[in-house]
């Protein structure tokens, strides 16, 4: 059985650092491309950083890219997503999301996963 399970959100002021994990079961993460993505209510779900599956290649938007930072455990097989400088902005529910098929390529497309976390909410506010 897949299971992806997100923990280390909460709430911290700008300028802060949280950094949140991605614990799979049911998947080698390493084998596998993983995805990070944030979404709030009435907000398309945003491509945040993806590490590729083996050579671990990495991706992030533009507008985190400098702050945030995604690696992998392979002994843990959990992915984490390492957030410096938040804004206020970075406020949403994020995702971890794995692609099923062996040996991908990640993307920042949220269709290509196919099994998703149940979310770690990140406030970000003084």
């Known amino acids: 059985q897949v299971q992806l399970v997100e923990s280390g959100g909460g709430l911290v002021q700008p300028g802060g650092s949280l950094r949140v994990s991605c614990s799979a079961s049911g998947f080698t993460l390493y084998y596998h491309a993983i995805g990070w993505f944030r979404q709030s209510p009435g907000k398309e779900r945003e491509g945040v950083s993806c590490?590729?599956?083996?050579?671990?290649?990495?991706y992030y938007a533009e507008s985190v890219k400098g702050r945030f930072t995604i690696s992998r455990d392979n002994a843990k097989n959990t992915i984490y997503l390492q957030m410096n400088s938040l804004k206020p902005e970075d406020t949403e529910v994020y995702y971890c999301?794995?692609?099923?098929?062996?040996?991908?390529?990640?993307?920042?497309?949220?269709?290509?996963?196919?099994?998703w976390g149940q979310g770690s909410e990140v406030t970000v506010s003084s």
């Open positions: 999301a794995i692609d099923s098929a062996y040996g991908s390529r990640c993307s920042l497309n949220f269709y290509e996963y196919d099994y």
């Open positions: 590490i590729s599956s083996s050579t671990g290649s990495t």
